[in-house]
């Protein structure tokens, strides 16, 4: 273990050591990365090689072979890293795929074994994983809050009462999801639930609602129905919380709409100003629901 | 009314007048008037145009406009009809694409309101509509129960452990989206929930996770997951019962997945020596899974 690598209890300065920041794809690895370093703490980007967008080479980085879990624990090491942020999305490799080295072949029943269930599954493994290596895993809440949606109405246009209980449902839906490691989004159309997102993702759902629409299977006011988005209950904030953008606002826009509904300090937008533009343009409704202690209604 | 319109309480002949069948898309309505014409009860296909299958001119039939009620009111008393059956598939249409006619005009308030909501709000509330209107809708369980599916694996190939642990978890699952008024089957695969139904159908479901496996974004083995597929909890069996057949097993069967459990008793499969001919061949399972009273596990 490397000197740095010390318990940040209360009281002790959090930000000497880097942040280790795994970036699976994606631009939102550096997103946070910018904002970390804006609170003055110093990242060391890890970037998974066949997913990390170039952009991490703007920072400091080591490039890790997917798989190679001992070479990577070293790299991480070399620069003093103890506290871990996993961020964008890796579709599930298969096993096979992987670039073993002699402790990933050590711990790979134990992989197996995380493979068998659902992503939750899968993904709170690897953080029990990283932690008997020394590593204490944080969420993205933790070290940009910044980044989090805010509660509240984001944009120029406002959900209609309507529009709202067809919020309220589908938070309903998502958690009654919650125990089957299921998707993080559905959505709903005056009460009526159009799609439940599962191994699609986010995009999928969104593309099946377009193309529905446009085959006449689903025949719907030109504009009608809410994207609804959560983690999942339970669901660790430290790895996969749910991320939207822009691109969001354009596929929800594609699949006629009329806005998105996300859990206010449960969804990262690594560029609200940029969404909130295009959902203004787009005609969209954007707003963070606050999660509600016992039913969100 | 006319004179045959008489309660049938037991002990009556219940019989002696025709069975209505509003049929629409699909083979399925004029599979399920064969097998009620084999138990010996005279039929009436009250085929609504633009969606029944042209066979049902083999049967005495009316074509009727969709959503001119009360000429079809007219129609079905005219032959005696009192217990009617709905079958096959009939997309949500637009309510200005009815052919209305003075009775839908006058319940159109009432049919509004019913397509507020998801599927089984929309029948049950045609099920009230016609009891008001003297007619008896009842399910093809009553008329033609050799028309469901019965218990216990149906073909050459049996579920493994593991697939029935995913078929547990399916059933749950859809247990649990039984409020919503969502979908009728789901996809699991090791326990990982795949994919969800809900206003894409069964074929749109099995047709994206062939897309997702094609595509590399769903990594599985070559044989993988099964289909679970269930009346929605509460579902009144009287309508919208699900159906499946051989071109079922040709869909999963693209899809990569190892079998299809479905509810016993609970599914319509109007040609199951087709069905099971098409598993086997296939190498896919079939199972008909009982519903136990509390918990199926």
Known sequence: MSAAAKSSGPGTDVNSDPLGIVCGAGTFPIAVAEAVQRRGRPVVLLALRGFA???????????????????????????????????GSVLRPKLLDFRLDWTTFRILPRLARLYRGGDDHLLSGVASLLD???????????????????????????PSAEDETDIALGFDLLR????????????ISARRVLGVEAAEGTAGLLSRLAEMRNSGRLMLPARAGVLVKAPKPGQSKRI???????????????AG????????????????????????????FLIGVPLREEGRR
């Open 53 to 87: 967008d170039p952009g991490v080479e703007r920072f400091p980085h080591e490039w890790m072979p997917f798989g190679a879990f001992g070479t990577s624990v070293k790299l991480a090491r070399k620069h003093g890293v103890r506290d871990l942020v996993v961020i």
């Open 132 to 158: 008997d290596y020394g590593f204490h895993l944080m969420g993205v809440h933790e070290v940009a809050p910044e980044l989090m949606i805010p509660a509240g109405v984001l944009g120029a246009h406002r």
């Open 176 to 187: 009654a999801l919650g125990p089957f490691d299921v998707g993080q989004a559905v959505a």
């Open 240 to 254: 996969d919380v749910p991320a939207i953008g822009a691109e969001t606002v354009a596929q929800a826009a594609a």
């Open 257 to 284: 709409l009329r806005g998105i509904a996300v859990e206010a300090g449960g969804t990262i937008v690594p560029d609200a100003n940029a969404m909130v533009r295009a959902a203004d343009q787009a005609g969209l």
